[in-house]
């Protein structure tokens, strides 16, 4: 009895210290503040380029192969594999937890977070694409490091700024190295669908895993790039069957999303409440786990792209961020809502899992199971190519590289796989696992946005660029360029 009430102390140590100061309100605020002020200064760019950013990426999927310049991927199948990333077990058990911690009034601010995550990422994947580097064998590598230090340690001169941040961002980004909740929250899903013992899950899907990243990022690529269209439209559809047959609720359930996001969420059923506080730190926290904006993981799959100019793909972060928050994890939300399940204190994939039985029956824990199945694998893999840039970055031209880098590639399901036997022999509810998760996203979330205050005026110019080029151009022409595209040509 001693060792579990020292458990949980621990745990609740380490819930305190992810909420009150990790993912404390400053961090939100940062998040929150960046936004606005891209918005501001773009005019509301987010908005005015969605057309054209949803017209790049359908385009994109009917000839996936096409692109321009340099690059591992074409530009859809850059967009596929972070979409994959993107589109994973956060749209899933990230936010029935979010739902079970902070109330349905999580939601609204998970969709405030998204309004102001769209220009955060087209900001810094077009950051990527044009301070990325070429390596000897004419693949292309960048992120939130190589901006870092071209352009805030070399073009500012900030050498010591550059330094704290890259150093914080890699140290915390590869923490999901130890820490990575797909492995987990599909074991969960599985097992609770079909009666089959979670480790069982786990080291299946490991080994499906292993297949995955053997073709590297240009194998996770091809895959993606069919893969995910398929997996976000069976999602849409379960969810959208059992919408269809709650319609009547759908009213009432906006407006307990609305209202609980400001008055906070009462005791009822299974759930504890929750005060606004929570519920809009749990709701950031899920929306950039969820659609990656701010967190600087996407930007180093987009960077692999073969494109003409930054911004045409930083276009497809409008379009990522909206098909991940504001239609799969929406139509999650609202299926948990309008089935009543919020409340019933249930956390993570098991949620889900129960809402979606109760809308149309077994057959909807069978659609789930297999999403998330599948959302899970893409995201190890997108995952998987993402730390690969991060260690890319940190070796250089060191003599050990590929040797360093092939030990990551064959070890990296295996901490994954591990957490899953961890969680079952102590018994840790689904909401455990994600503290810890969410604890990994707090740091690098925060050097990247840092970054991109200080590389505004560099986007900035970057997309002033664009328009010109290609937004004000009369039909068929191409005017002059203002600015270099690529950090590379401008230092040539």
Known sequence: MQKGVEQMNFLDLISVIVWDYMWGMPLVLTILGTGVYLTFKTGGFQFLGFRSAGANAVKGMFKPGEG??????????????ALGTTVGVGNI????????????GAVFWMWVAATVGMIIKTAEITLAVHYRSTDEKGGTYGGPNYYMKKGIGDEMGLKKVFKALSGLFAFGFLTSYFINIQTYTVSEAVSNTFGIPMTWVGVVY???????????????????????PFMCIFYILGGGLILLRYLDQLPKALYLIVSSA????????????AAVSQAMKVGFARSVFSNEAGWGSAPMIHSTARVDHPVRQGLMGIFEVFVDTFIICTVTCLVIVVTGKWSSGLDGATLTLSAFETGIGRYGRLVLALAVFIFGLTTSGGVYAQMEVVLRYLLGNSAWKDRLL???????????????????????PGTVVWVFSDASTALPIFANVVALWLLAPKFLSLLEDYRTRYMRAPQGETLKPLVPPFYDEQSA
């Open 68 to 81: 321009k310049g340099k690059g591992l991927l074409s530009s859809a199948e850059a967009m596929s594999a």
């Open 93 to 104: 058990g990230g936010v029935a937890t979010a739902i079970a911690t902070g109330g349905p």
């Open 262 to 273: 400001f008055t906070g969420s009462a005791a009822m059923g299974g759930f504890a409440g």
């Open 406 to 428: 092939g030990f990551y590639k064959w070890t990296y399901p295996i901490p994954s796989l591990l957490m899953v036997y961890v969680a079952v022999w102590f018994g840790l």
């Open 206 to 228: 490991t080994v499906l895993l292993y297949g995955m990243i053997s073709g590297g990022v240009k194998g996770i690529g091809r895959i993606a790039s069919w893969l995910v």
